[in-house]
């Protein structure tokens, strides 16, 4: 079992930045991957992007060369820096977390709003 609580969303106008970050109730190296999802209203929930115990990353095209996702073991934190935010980034972001033969665990979000 593992607990994740995200932290960091807010309003931001468009161009700006936010950083998310997701606090792990465990040792997140003997976690397998880790990720961010997002839903928006009326959406479904999508990946945004997926980061293993192997340091591999993965993005979701709408994403790309914007955001980056990393991890932090020692913190057992896993960040996403979110740069040149649209208002079609604009959704509540969950923070995922998989353990092989264990199971899918879900933050409860946090709200990332871009207006001006």
């Known amino acids: 079992q593992v607990q994740l609580v995200e932290s960091g969303g807010g309003l931001v106008q468009p161009g700006g930045s936010l950083r998310l970050s997701c606090a792990a109730s465990r040792r997140i190296f003997s976690v397998n991957d880790m990720g961010w999802y997002r839903q928006a209203p009326g959406k479904e929930r999508e990946l945004v992007a997926a980061?293993?115990?192997?340091?591999?990353?993965n993005y979701a095209d709408s994403v790309k060369g914007r955001f980056t996702i990393s991890r932090d073991n020692a913190k057992n934190t896993v960040y996403l820096q979110m740069n040149s935010l649209k208002p079609e980034d604009t959704a509540v972001y969950y923070c995922?977390?998989?353990?092989?033969?264990?199971?899918?665990?879900w933050g409860q979000g946090t709200q990332v709003t871009v207006s001006s």
């Open positions: 995922n977390a998989v353990i092989y033969g264990v199971g899918n665990f």
């Open positions: 980061i293993s115990s192997a340091d591999t990353k």
